[in-house]
T-cell receptor, first 113, second 113 residues
Framework: EPEVTQTPSHQVTQMGQEVILRCVPI?????FYWYRQILGQKVEFLVS????????KSEIFDDQFSVERPDGSNFTLKIRSTKLEDSAMYFC???????????FGQGTRLTVV | QQQVKQSPQSLIVQKGGISIINCAYE??????FPWYQQFPGKGPALLIA?????SEKKEGRFTISFNKSAKQFSLHIMDSQPGDSATYFC????????????FGEGTQLTVNP
């Protein structure tokens, strides 16, 4: 069964460092998303991406964040200068078309120390 | 107006019982309402979803009831099993917002054997 794959599963980084979280969406999907979930809280939308550009972003997705689809399979989230409050689970998701089933990856647990 | 309110925060039922989780929304532009199941350390997994043109959708032991006039929808889990113990999130999205999912706060379901 096709699935969204995320790497690494856990990343520990020092405050102020740059991190790149990687995702391989389901191959025939066209819409890609990043969400985050702070421990014990609800899942929050960060950004959606379609046709090699950002479709929408939330207020969380400030200038420290960027997304990229560097090739035909990968989708990345970069945090330029990590803060302690960036510690969370980051989930990548993808969907075939707009406003339909979105499938989530297993997540990357980011710990900023 | 983008919020989705979910209740209860936690729910304990006996094996074989019915689990009911409720969600309410404000934005009438929402037109897609999925439910996700999340186990600890895993990503949200799509369980079942509904659109506002129907009042009920059933898949196996899982049923969504949708009340458009009340702007409420609920998940019913029939014959609840210990393996159903997880956190359940309702969500909502709309085509106009690029299908960003707005999640409820989550319900931690425990099914006792």
């Amino acid at each position: 069964e096709p699935e969204v794959t995320q790497t690494p599963s856990h990343q520990v980084t020092q405050m102020g460092q740059e991190v790149i979280l990687r995702c391989v969406p389901i191959s025939n999907h066209l819409y890609f998303y990043w969400y985050r979930q702070i421990l014990g809280q609800k899942v929050e939308f960060l950004v959606s991406f379609y046709n090699n550009e950002i479709s929408e972003k939330s207020e969380i997705f400030d200038d420290q964040f960027s997304v990229e689809r560097p090739d035909g399979s990968n989708f990345t989230l970069k945090i330029r200068s990590t803060k302690l409050e960036d510690s969370a689970m980051y989930f990548c998701a993808s969907s075939v078309v707009i406003n339909t089933e979105a499938f989530f990856g297993q997540g990357t647990r980011l710990t900023v120390v | 107006q983008q919020q989705v309110k979910q209740s209860p925060q936690s729910l304990i039922v006996q094996k074989g019982g019915i689990s009911i989780i409720n969600c309410a929304y404000e934005n009438t532009a929402f037109d897609y309402f999925p439910w996700y199941q999340q186990f600890p350390g895993k990503g949200p997994a799509l369980l079942i979803a509904i659109r506002p043109d129907v009042s009920e959708k059933k898949e196996g032991r899982f049923t969504i009831s949708f009340n458009k006039s009340a702007k409420q929808f609920s998940l019913h889990i029939m014959d609840s099993q210990p393996g159903d113990s997880a956190t359940y999130f309702c969500a909502a999205s709309m085509r106009a917002s690029g299908s960003r999912l707005t999640f409820g706060e989550g319900t931690q379901l425990t099914v006792n054997p």
